[in-house]
C-alpha cells in the first residue's frame, strides 16, 4: 500500500498522461494562477503587500526596517513565482506529476501556518492568508488524495 502511494506521488514515469480525477486537475489551475498573482504582488507593489494586504504596520517602523520587510517579501515573492513556473510546466507538460504539486502545497500552507504561530508577525488586523494557510492545506490534500491514479502507474 505505502509503496503504492508513493509510486503515485512520484511516478516512475514523467509525462503528461494525468490519470487521476478531473476536478483536481481543474483546481490547480486556479491556485496556480493564484500563486502567480501573489508572488507579483508581493514583488512589484510598493509595499510587497506587507501592510495594503497583510496589514503589517509597516508606516509605524523606521525607514529601514520598513524596507528590510518590503525586501524580504519581495523574496518570498521570487520563491513563489518560480514554485510557479514548476505548476505552469506540470499543467502544460508533466501531468503525472500533479499528485506531487498537490503534496508541495500541503507541506507549504502546513508549513506556514507553525511558522507564523511560532514567530508571528504583529499585524494591525487579520491577513486574508492567514485564514487561506488554516483552509488550504486541508483542500489541498483532499485535492491530492483526488489527483492520485485509481489504477497504478
Known sequence: ?????????????????YQGNAVALILF???????????????????G???????????????????????????????????AFVYLITIFRYKSLIPLMYLLIVVEYLGRHFIITFNPIQTLGTAPGSTVNLIMAP??????ILAIPKKAP
Open 49 to 83: 503587500g506587507a501592510q495594503s494586504i497583510a496589514t503589517i504596520p509597516l508606516n509605524s517602523y523606521g525607514p529601514e526596517a520598513s524596507q528590510a520587510v518590503i525586501t524580504f517579501v519581495a523574496l518570498w515573492g521570487l520563491s513563489q513565482i518560480l514554485l
Open 139 to 144: 483542500i489541498a490534500l483532499i485535492l491530492m
Open 29 to 47: 489551475i486556479p491556485i496556480t494562477v493564484v500563486t502567480i498573482a501573489r508572488s507579483l504582488i508581493h514583488i512589484f507593489a510598493e509595499d
Open 1 to 17: 500500500m505505502r509503496a503504492k502511494f508513493i509510486s503515485n506521488i512520484f511516478p516512475k514515469t514523467i509525462d503528461n498522461n
